[in-house]
């Protein structure tokens, strides 16, 4: 069965930088492109970031971009989230998710809170 | 960016009513919309994609209606398990947009 496994979360100061990672199995990686999504304590969802199936095309939500990238290792099923100069508001759960359009199988999350 | 705004924001419902809660898009996004379903501290489960279609698995009584920037996603029944928060999202231009959400809750 499709399984996402997010780790890497975490308490960080502001400022700092943390990598989250998303685990895929159960289903041909490197067929789909795949997203993050995040979630802050009780808000709605915000989509971050996605990277096309081979990794070489990646697109970001203005409040991160230029701050977070996305990357993929098709050999190690594996997706990242390298997250740089973190402020408070990036405090939230991330989400991975594959997509063939809609978004159809999602990780169980990954908290990050971002507090001095 | 296309904005997707939900109605209503809180929807209070009893065990056997039909629900309905709408999506409005700023811009068309023909019919690549999709919805979610999401119950607190677990991650969001795809019911609907492209705006009327029901993910595998999902029961038909939930169903999904319009195209273009008018979107209604129908719940009949409603049972315990419905009481959660549900969101629309459209696929159609990135950015990739969700709308705020929908709280059905137990009247």
């Known amino acids: 069965q499709v399984q996402l496994l997010e780790s890497g979360g975490g308490v960080v100061q502001p400022g700092k930088s943390l990598r989250l990672s998303c685990t895929a199995s159960?289903?041909?990686?490197?067929?789909?492109?795949m997203h993050w999504v995040r979630q802050a304590p009780g808000k709605g969802l915000e989509w971050v970031a996605v990277i096309s199936r081979d990794g070489t095309i990646t697109n970001y939500a203005d409040p991160v971009k230029g701050r977070f990238t996305v990357s993929r290792d098709n050999s190690k099923n594996t997706l990242y989230l390298q997250m740089g100069s973190l402020r408070l508001d990036d405090t939230a759960v991330f989400y991975c998710t594959r997509a063939l359009g809609p978004f159809d199988y999602w990780g169980q999350g990954a908290l990050v809170t971002v507090s001095s | 960016d296309i904005q997707m705004t939900q109605s209503p924001s809180t929807l209070s419902a009893s065990v056997g009513d039909r629900v309905t809660i709408s999506c409005r898009a700023s811009q068309t996004i023909s019919s690549w919309l999709a919805w979610y379903q999401q119950k607190p501290g677990e991650a969001p489960k795809l019911l609907i994609y492209k705006a009327t279609s029901l993910e595998s698995g999902v029961p038909s009584k939930f169903r999904g209606s319009g195209s273009g920037t008018e979107f209604t996603l129908t719940i009949s029944s409603l049972q315990p398990d419905d009481f959660a928060t549900y969101y629309c999202q459209q696929y159609y231009h990135s950015p990739l947009t969700f709308g705020g959400g929908t709280k059905v809750e137990i009247k």
């Open positions: 159960g289903f041909t990686f490197k067929n789909y492109d």
